[in-house]
């Protein structure tokens, strides 16, 4: 098998940091939400002018007023962090210094490059969200919306199929199933929660729709750090292989 990925990349970053990707990223976004629902609830819980929920402000509603400067700040250093999360969380499958699996398949070694396309593009336009989505911008808030969910849904969407023979095969790297785990379930209840969401707000259902978006974008901080899980618990040692000792011959 062609060692695709490897051979592109073998040398881009230091093994030993790539934790710090998905680390950095779920405490940015996890800062990010928690300052500016604070604030709301701290200054009275105010209904911002154009507000479609009155009863639980979106995201949006908030950041794109006063305190637009921190959600700037902070969906920058979530995207940066995220473009590094993604390449990490696919280099060290295929790095010999980590799980060193430069036998995979190429159609799984082509899927993570379509994952770091996916997730350049969800940071790319997270980016620009929270420059330019402003209260009178609905149009443009929606595209760039879309785009932040659909890059996100793509890329955590083809991960999780990348990685899913650490899953459910008989042969896994010892303790990465349980971060496969983990990860599959936190991405199912976001695409639960994000599916709900789409139909109680077109429901007219404002109140359950803004609680579920808050809960939506939470879910997607601890996604971002259980990546930790992948990219730091196997660092600098050679990969050992559960059930290993059960596949040798009986008689040597």
């Known amino acids: 098998m062609a060692r695709i990925w490897y051979r592109t990349f073998r040398d881009f970053f230091s093994i030993r940091r790539l934790w710090l990707f998905p680390l950095l990223a779920g405490t940015f976004w996890f800062l990010t939400l928690t300052i500016l629902l604070v604030r709301w609830l701290a200054i009275g819980r105010p209904q911002y002018p154009g507000q479609m929920n009155p009863y639980v402000p ?12 921190v959600f700037i700040i902070g969906c920058c250093a979530t995207g940066i962090t995220f473009i590094g999360t993604m390449f990490a969380v696919h280099h060290v499958r295929y ?8 036998d995979d398949w190429p159609w799984r070694q082509t899927a993570s490059l379509v994952a770091q396309i996916a997730g350049l593009a969800a940071a790319i336009s997270l980016t620009n969200l929270s420059i330019f989505d402003t209260d009178d911008a609905h149009k443009r808030h929606r595209h760039l919306l879309m785009g932040t969910f659909g890059g996100l849904f793509v890329s955590a969407v083809i991960t999780t199929v990348v990685w899913w023979d650490q899953l459910s095969g008989p042969t896994v790297f010892k303790g990465l199933r349980k971060w496969c785990i983990f990860n599959t379930f936190l991405v199912l209840c976001q695409f639960g929660c994000g599916l709900a969401f789409v139909i109680l707000m077109y429901d007219g259902q404002f109140k359950a729709s803004g609680i579920l978006e808050w809960c939506l974008t939470y879910l997607g901080s601890f996604w971002l750090l259980s990546f930790v899980g992948y990219t730091m618990f196997r ?11 059960e596949r040798q011959p009986l008689l040597a």
């Open 95 to 102: 790095s010999p210094q980590f799980y060193g699996l430069t």
């Open 58 to 69: 979106f995201i949006s509603d908030i950041a794109a007023h006063q305190f637009k400067p």
């Open 235 to 245: 660092e600098g040692e050679e990969p050992i292989i559960e059930g290993e000792n």
